[in-house]
């Protein structure tokens, strides 16, 4: 089994839904997504020959996530009043919508995701709230 591995980082402010402590509340992270693929043999021929894929091809791909992240607001669709939203946006702010629940969980599987859909043959992706605390995802 051959792998590789890299790293991004990003800052954005999320809450919880539905949660009942600290992190009900707005707040951000520094967050830091490890990512790794996984396979069986490396590529036979081209400029791709005797590697798991251009390691310039999947760092490229990892900060191009993380840029869609970077400096937002990421905010759980139907989370916020249509109003609270509209306010939000006409003040400046960036938001990001996605369709769960702004966990490390979740953001993990949608890194995951990002990357297969990207043809990466990714096998793990870690995600970091703080330099000790990290979610995992793999299938």
Not at 8 to 30: I, Q
Not at 93 to 113: G, H, I, K, Q, Y
Request: aromatic content about 12%; charged content about 30%.
């Amino acid at each position: 089994m051959y792998g590789l591995r890299t790293e991004s980082e990003f800052d954005a402010a999320h809450f919880l839904t539905d949660y009942h402590g600290k992190c009900e509340n707005l707040h951000g992270h520094r967050w830091r997504v490890v990512a790794y693929l996984e396979v069986d043999e490396l590529q036979k021929e081209g400029t791709c020959k005797d590697m798991v894929v251009d390691f310039g091809d999947f760092k490229g791909a990892l900060r191009a996530l993380t840029e869609q992240l970077d400096h937002r607001f990421i905010v759980e669709e139907g989370s916020l009043a249509a109003d609270t939203l509209a306010c939000l946006e006409r003040e400046g702010f960036t938001l990001f919508m996605v369709p769960f629940r702004v966990t490390a969980e979740n953001l993990a599987r949608w890194f995951f995701d990002r990357l297969a859909e990207r043809g990466l043959p990714v096998s793990q992706v870690d995600v970091y709230e703080t330099p000790a605390n990290c979610a995992i995802y793999r299938r």
